[in-house]
């Protein structure tokens, strides 16, 4: 059988293309190596849900405060209005997308992909079927590369698609404790403190009957284990039973080229669109799956391969002033505990922090409140400048 298109990665990015495209009535095979689980905090917005069909049954909680920790162990908590932070477990929402994507007619193909043939014009995307060990291939038009940060399909196929920034993410998943003064099942914590990660930040996120406990750098040398380790301790939680350990790199920056001009077009963390200073992916990685979908469909109709670009226009489009506005925070705030510090004390703000979920939950920067824009910036600009002392509750 030829496809239409072949998608190449069945995490939320993939599973999301490949559902869109065969909703759309195009032939989809969707390729997945199975058995692995990205680290991830889990946290996911309410509009993913609106948008995306996905019901609250799928949510193992929701989150209504988020607690900023500062690294002289200052806390900000900060009351989640009007809204929540669901949570979910990478372990069972990425085969819950696999198998929408299934019942909706994506043929599935459990395997690692191993590169693209082009023999007489025909496109291969050819792989390594898990349960033979033998290559096999899958002929099609378009292929949608959604196979993560250190995308196979991004080096070979896309300019400069093995250059991509990437925090290295690592995290827990434990057993979750009961209610104490430092453990809030219904709370995220948020650790900014460079003796858990001198570049990024560490988390202890509720699964319900679980928690994430883990932190991400940039910096090859730090030891992610060793720092978990003493976060978990630091919060109370290394008593508790490890259920399991999982790692892997996070994009920091969405690359400047999506396709290749002929037939492949890349998606979610391939593409590089994980937010920075937040980390927050999931969402961007469904959006990401869903205009590299339309960007397929576009250019299956029209059978120009430059209507591909679509799917990075249509993508930053929406949400490049966001991730310019947090690529900005990050590169003010992550570079010293000083700063990160003068961080914490700006979340105290409450224009900071209404500013801040609205922009979470809505995924748009908030424009109904100009004056509360004109403070935020005033006050940033005092305390990068260390024009003000931090102030906490």
């Not at 593409?271 to 590299?292: D, L």
């Not at 003068?342 to 979920?357: G, I, P």
């Not at 600009?381 to 002392?389: C, D, I, K, N, S």
Request: hydrophobic share 35%.
């Amino acid at each position: 059988m030829s496809y239409d298109v072949v998608v190449v990665g069945g995490g939320p990015s993939g599973a999301t293309a490949a559902e869109d495209l065969v909703r759309s009535g195009h032939s989809v095979a969707l390729l997945d190596r199975e058995g692995r689980i990205k680290p991830c905090g889990g946290a996911i917005p309410p509009r993913l849900l609106q948008d995306f069909n996905v019901g609250e049954d799928q949510l193992l909680t929701k989150v209504t405060t988020a607690r900023m920790i500062s690294p002289t162990g200052r806390q900000v908590d900060i009351p989640i209005e009007n809204g929540f932070v669901g949570m979910v477990d990478r372990k069972d929402f990425d085969p819950y997308l696999r198998q929408r994507a299934q019942e909706a007619g994506a043929d599935y193909h459990v395997g690692t992909f191993v590169r693209i043939d082009r023999e007489d014009g025909q496109t291969k995307v050819i792989y390594r079927e898990k349960a033979s060990g033998e290559e096999k291939a899958l002929e099609c038009r378009l292929v949608i590369g959604a196979d993560g940060a250190r995308s196979r399909v991004a080096r070979g196929e896309v300019p400069d698609g093995d250059k991509i920034p990437y925090v290295l993410a690592y995290h827990e998943i434990i057993e979750a404790p009961a209610p104490t003064e430092t453990y809030d099942p219904e709370r995220c914590d948020v650790i900014y403190d460079g003796a858990i990660s001198p570049d990024f930040y560490g988390w202890v996120f509720p699964h319900g009957k679980t928690t994430s406990v883990g932190m991400g750098t940039e910096i090859s040398e730090v030891d992610l284990k060793e720092a978990t380790a003493a976060l978990r301790k630091a919060s109370g939680l290394d008593g508790c039973e490890t259920i399991r350990k999982e790692g892997a790199p996070i994009p920091l920056k969405p690359l400047d080229r999506w396709d290749n001009g002929k037939d492949v077009v890349l998606a979610g963390d391939a593409a590089g669109v994980v937010a920075p200073s937040s980390g927050e992916g999931i969402y961007y990685a469904m959006v990401g799956g869903r205009v590299a979908a339309t960007a397929c469909a576009a250019t299956l109709a029209s059978g120009r391969v430059g209507d591909l670009k679509l799917a990075r226009k249509l993508f930053m489009r929406e949400h490049k002033t966001v991730f310019r506005v947090l690529a900005s925070m990050q590169n003010a705030y992550y570079r010293s505990d000083a700063r990160r510090e003068r961080f914490v004390s700006l979340c105290h703000d409450v224009d900071v922090q209404r500013l801040t979920f609205e922009a979470y939950m809505n995924k748009k920067l908030v424009k109904a409140r100009p004056m509360a824009h004109l403070k935020i910036g005033v006050k940033n600009l005092f305390h990068l400048t260390g024009l003000v002392r931090p102030e906490y509750t």
